[in-house]
């Protein structure tokens, strides 16, 4: 009765979790809390069978599942937070209400007798005995349910199963249409610049720089932007920082900065590496990128 | 041990599953709700298979995950086919059998 005890406000808690986190992936962490306490529960209730059997269906098999088709649907998965139905949530809450004091004044109202236990039903072992059961007096539901997992499992495949109308576009079409595209709209038909270039870090959610300044883009991927992980990197961050590493007495790699002026190569590496040196490097690429910025926007 | 405490506790989280269903507009988490009462029901299965000393209910909860587990492949199937063509998760876009 302590596990049930320490368990039964855990599992509410998480349970009444699930109806107020924001994002999808955590009501189904929570609802794994809720899972698994149940299945300490099944455990204390004479029911190893179930005990296991919880645990590998529903936190193994449901769960996964859960997270793989979160996964799959993606970022668009967290929820709105605008009603549709006006008044929807408080008359949501209210006949939940209602229904928990029905519940618990109805079962007040019982007596349950006193518990028999199932020590004489396990004595030759819980799963015997179930699959005693199982295979008896039900083995007609048993033989059903072979049916129901079968169709269950070929509606899965039905559905998810996604005929292809138009031929898979091959390396030549590819090709072929970058370069029509590159001819009609002007496209760039190369690959897209790098993140991180120029910029303050060579991660993949900081845009790279254009010589004026701005930040690049189409150097950030798709995914970062629509879940809206992109930092922030213009240029003038990028001369906050170099000030601040080179406040107290680094006056020298400051001046250092004209005669790094021609080496682009190993400017731009250093500050894609970002090393304990990056103040020179670093207003050294702000410069190079005044520098260059007429020739670029001709480009352009 | 004692029954009522269990049943008590079953009661609450299929409420808290029913509410989450009325409330919540992510199609996935709506299911997630629905396999929360499935879950209190079995719990009160098991509780009343240990008092009345008989095995049935085991039987019972072993049936209801079983369907659970159909239900769930079935429900998300359908729930991704519904996102490829709609770009969306949530159970208020799909309204084109509303009247």
């Known amino acids: ?300 | 041990m004692e029954t009522e405490p269990y049943i008590l506790l079953s009661a609450i989280l299929f409420t808290i599953g029913a509410v989450g269903v009325l409330v919540r507009r992510n199609a996935i988490v709506v299911f997630m709700c629905v396999e929360l009462m499935l879950n209190a029901s079995n719990l009160a299965l098991v509780t009343f298979a240990k008092a009345n000393g008989n095995l049935e209910g085991q039987v019972a909860a072993f049936f209801v995950m079983v369907v659970a587990a159909a239900e769930v492949v079935v429900g998300l199937a359908i729930i991704m086919t519904i996102f490829r063509t709609r770009r969306s998760a949530s159970v208020d876009d799909a309204s084109l059998l509303r009247f």
């Open chain 1, 1 to 300: 009765m302590t596990a049930f005890w320490i368990l039964a406000p855990i599992m509410v808690l998480a349970a009444i979790g699930i109806l107020f986190v924001r994002k999808a992936v955590h009501a189904a962490l929570l609802l794994a809390v809720v899972m698994i306490s149940l299945a300490v529960l099944y455990a204390g209730l004479d029911a190893p069978f179930l005990f296991a059997v919880q645990i590998i269906v529903y936190t193994g098999a449901i769960l996964m599942l859960f997270l793989f088709v979160l996964m799959l649907v993606g970022v668009d998965a967290s929820d709105s937070v605008v009603e549709t139905i006006r008044g929807q949530r408080v008359l949501a809450a209210l006949l939940g209400i209602l229904m928990v004091v029905t519940l618990v004044v109805g079962l007040s109202q019982v007596s349950f007798g006193t518990v028999v236990g199932l020590d004489a039903a396990n004595e030759g072992g819980n799963v015997e005995a179930l699959a005693d059961l199982l295979f008896s007096k039900y083995v007609f539901a048993f033989e059903v349910t072979s049916a129901l997992l079968i169709t269950a499992a070929l509606g899965a495949m039905v559905l998810a199963h996604r005929e292809r109308t138009v031929p898979k576009a091959g390396q030549r079409a590819l090709a072929e249409q970058r370069m029509r595209d590159y001819a009609e709209s002007g496209k760039h038909p190369g690959p897209l610049p790098a993140p991180g270039v120029y910029a303050r870090h060579n991660a993949v959610d900081t845009p790279a720089l254009l010589p004026d300044g701005t930040p690049a883009e189409a150097s950030i991927s798709r995914v970062l932007a629509a879940r809206g992980a992109v930092r922030t990197a213009r240029a003038d961050q990028v001369d906050e920082v170099v000030r601040q590493l080179a406040a107290p007495g680094s006056q020298t790699e400051v001046v250092d900065v004209p005669e790094r002026e021609g080496d682009d190569v190993t400017s731009a590496s250093d500050v894609a590496v970002g090393e304990s040196d990056a103040s020179a490097p670093g207003s050294d690429s702000s410069t190079r990128a005044g520098d260059h910025s007429t020739g670029e926007g001709e480009r352009a």
